[in-house]
């Protein structure tokens, strides 16, 4: 029962294009998503999270875009430089009955000089 | 350092041995969470803690698997009677309220 779904194992970009990784869930419960990134050999680094009460959120080269109606959401990176080459996960947690988090299974983005 | 720590980095046993690891979170976060991962696979939710109390375990975790959280600091996963498929990352994370967890290194377990 996959509730999280990444379905591009992979990606490549440009240096200096834009980055857009995408993540749709199942559980209409889910309110609270965040995205990570992770490089190997090393614990996952938070990134950027976003609400259900919003649609965008940004941090610098990162957005995060909210499609509830659709359960999508994606993560925008403009511009991609190769330091972002890293797998990336999207979660999300329904925090009114629980803190417990659902990722996904990652997309292995590839920023090329 | 300030971040999650774990200990051991790596391990190695043979099937039907006990293991036992140990994870040391951000020192003012409420909430501890175990994390199993596999290659090709994102973080798989195991339990997590709030403060002293398990709150939550996965309905996946066979009851080999025992973790404790003793006075709210740091954390310890026991797996029993381990078995080849229990071969994985076991991830430790904390966080206090609802933001971004901050995962530790990870504890790579091999199961010969």
């Known amino acids: 029962d996959q509730q999280v779904k990444q379905n591009s194992p992979s990606l490549s970009v440009q240096e200096g294009r834009i980055s857009i990784l995408n993540c749709d869930y199942t559980?209409?419960?889910?309110?609270?998503f965040l995205w990570y990134k992770k490089y190997p050999a090393e614990g996952p680094t938070f990134l950027i999270s976003i609400s259900s009460i919003k649609d965008k959120n940004e941090d610098g080269r990162f957005t995060v875009f909210l499609n509830k109606s659709a359960k999508h959401l994606s993560l925008h990176i403009v511009p991609s430089q190769p330091g972002d080459s890293a797998v990336y996960f999207c979660a999300a947690s329904a925090t009114s009955g629980t803190y417990k988090y659902i990722f996904g299974t990652g997309t292995r983005l590839k920023v090329l000089a | 350092d300030t971040g999650v720590s774990q200990n051991p980095r790596h391990k190695i046993t043979k099937r039907g041995q006990n293991v036992t690891f140990r994870c040391d979170p951000i020192s003012e976060h409420n909430r501890l969470y175990w994390y199993r991962q596999t290659l090709g696979q994102g973080p798989e939710f195991l339990t997590y803690?709030?403060?002293?109390?398990?709150?939550?375990k996965s309905r996946l975790l066979s009851d080999r698997f025992s973790a404790e959280r003793p006075k709210g600091s740091f954390s310890t996963l026991e797996i029993q009677r381990t078995e080849q498929g229990d071969s994985a990352m076991y991830l430790c994370?904390?966080?206090?309220?609802?933001?971004?967890?901050?995962f530790g290194p990870g504890t790579r377990l091999t199961v010969l």
């Open positions: 803690f709030q403060n002293e109390a398990q709150l939550e």
């Open positions: 994370a904390s966080n206090y309220g609802t933001g971004g967890q901050f």
């Open positions: 559980n209409s419960m889910f309110d609270y």
